[in-house]
């Protein structure tokens, strides 16, 4: 670690679920009692946007509740540590921003952040409790939706381009608590990997980044990255 001069960190949902947030997938897993179809696709906030929306409140009001837990706290003095730091989160809770990250790229968008599908009025709550964020534009009346990446829709091109553009200069690539089946983190540490950067996995479980791995630390987040940095 210590040999490093150019880190990247990429974080999935398992980072955040020592802070209460559910991940998508294994027990306890979002995706477990609501089908992604129904909630997180254009088409169907196009069906039924009451139904979209009224989960996005709920799901926002878990995140604006939540505090970083000791593994976003690590990450945060990862940045502050390397002067070439880039942080890559599929997370849309905010967390890593509140353990004080500025170098990062949310990948999937945030949670509370939202924008009109007819005038692009955009509004950012900025993870505050007060997270009634409306289902009708203010300014036209249309429908706000969540500034979430749903299923079906395309990353925002620039900013995957900066992340491809760091990993293949970075000497150490720290991949937290994602299980791979959203492949993007796969494809971004394979990159890294092919330009000689070291990967690491932190994750209880297997999981489609422990396979190109050069090592997995088996255990919650939240216990072994702060001892990593001790
Ligand atoms: P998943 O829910 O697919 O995977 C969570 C991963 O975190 C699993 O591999 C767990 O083993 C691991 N995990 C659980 N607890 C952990 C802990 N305490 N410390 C470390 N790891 C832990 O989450 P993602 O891979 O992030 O997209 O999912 C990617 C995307 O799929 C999400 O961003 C979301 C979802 O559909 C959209 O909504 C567009």
Redesign the pocket.
């Known amino acids: 670690m210590h040999a490093a001069h150019s880190l990247a960190v990429i ?5 955040s ?2 802070s209460g947030v ?5 027990p306890g ?3 477990k009692n609501h089908r ?1 179809q129904d909630l ?1 696709t254009p088409e169907a906030f196009a069906r039924n946007p009451q139904l979209v929306h009224d989960w996005y409140c709920w799901r926002r009001e878990i995140c604006a509740k939540a505090r970083p837990n000791p ?1 976003h706290e690590a990450v945060a003095r990862l940045e502050k540590d390397y002067k070439e730091f880039l942080l890559i989160t ?3 809770d905010g967390l890593h921003r509140r353990a004080g990250n500025h170098k990062l790229i949310e ?3 945030n949670i509370f952040k939202s924008y009109c599908t007819a005038c692009q009025h955009h509004l950012d709550q900025n993870a505050s409790p007060a997270i009634a964020l409306p289902l009708d534009c203010s300014q036209c009346g249309g429908r706000m939706r969540p500034d ?4 079906g ?1 395309g990353y925002n091109a620039a900013q995957v381009e900066m992340a491809f553009t760091f990993l293949k200069s970075a000497d150490l690539v720290i991949v ?7 492949p ?2 796969v494809y971004l540490a394979q990159h890294a990997a092919e330009a000689g950067a070291r990967i690491l996995d ?6 489609a ?1 422990t396979k190109i791995a050069d090592l997995h630390l088996i ?6 990255m702060p001892k990593l940095l001790a």
């Open positions: 974080t999935g949902a398992g980072i679920s020592e559910p991940t998508f997938r294994g897993g979002l995706w992604a997180a593994a599929q997370n849309v990948i999937h968008g979430i990446v749903w299923f829709e937290i608590g994602t299980s791979g089946m959203v993007m983190p932190i994750n209880p479980d297997f999981s980044v255990g919650p987040a939240g216990l072994i």
